[in-house]
């Protein structure tokens, strides 16, 4: 009965949105969403990556997730040895999720974090909550032992909402995903490995 419940409240916000895109002028756009702040640091034995991700919640999704719709964030990590200013053969490719998702009758936010091995953060307001949805740290990229000192090296990310957010009835309706929606440019960070200091972008 419960989960009935909630479903029909979804419905009724989603229908209320959808409604809203057709018969509302539209808002002026925001800020781009981009991925920011990349650093890789040398732990003992791993390359270890940290990024952000900037702009990602619009105002219909922070609405959204309070009416229990769970929200996924998709991410892709690439990296590449350069010589002579051209990429090589991909040394590591990772992709992982972040999901946030509320409990009502709670009151409180969970943040689940596929990278750290689905580790689960719990959080009472939604800007904790969001803040660990767009930060990355301690990724391991790769073994230190697959690189070689004084070698250059680019890694690139990418994030993007996972279309799988919203319930199949309205996935496939246009103007509802796209007030949803965002996929960031691939952004890069060359460094060169064996400098004493992190790596980070400028």
Not at 68 to 75: H, K, L, M, R
């Amino acid at each position: 009965m419960l989960f009935r419940k909630k479903k029909n409240l979804i419905f009724i916000f989603l229908s209320g949105l959808l409604f809203s895109v057709f018969f509302v002028l539209p808002a002026a756009a925001g800020e781009a969403v981009r991925v920011d702040e990349m650093a890789v640091i040398n732990a003992e034995r791993d390359l270890l990556l940290y990024f952000s991700v900037k702009n990602s919640f619009s105002a219909e999704m922070e609405e959204g997730v309070k009416n229990g719709i769970p929200v996924s964030f998709n991410f892709f990590v690439e990296l590449y040895p350069v010589h002579q200013g051209r990429e090589g053969g991909k040394i590591a490719g990772h992709s992982f999720d972040h999901t946030m998702v509320y409990d009502s009758l709670k009151e409180e936010f969970t943040v689940e974090l596929e990278e750290h091995g689905s580790m689960s953060l719990s959080f009472q307001s939604l800007e904790e909550a969001r803040k660990a949805m767009d930060t990355i740290h301690d990724f391991r990229l790769a073994e230190l032992s697959r690189l070689a000192k004084g070698s250059d090296y680019v890694v690139k990310v990418r994030a993007r909402l996972a279309k799988k957010t919203l319930p199949l009835n309205f996935q496939y309706i246009i103007p509802f995903w796209q007030l949803w929606k965002f996929e960031t440019d691939w952004n890069a960070l060359t460094f060169t490995y064996g400098n004493s200091a992190p790596a980070t972008q400028r």
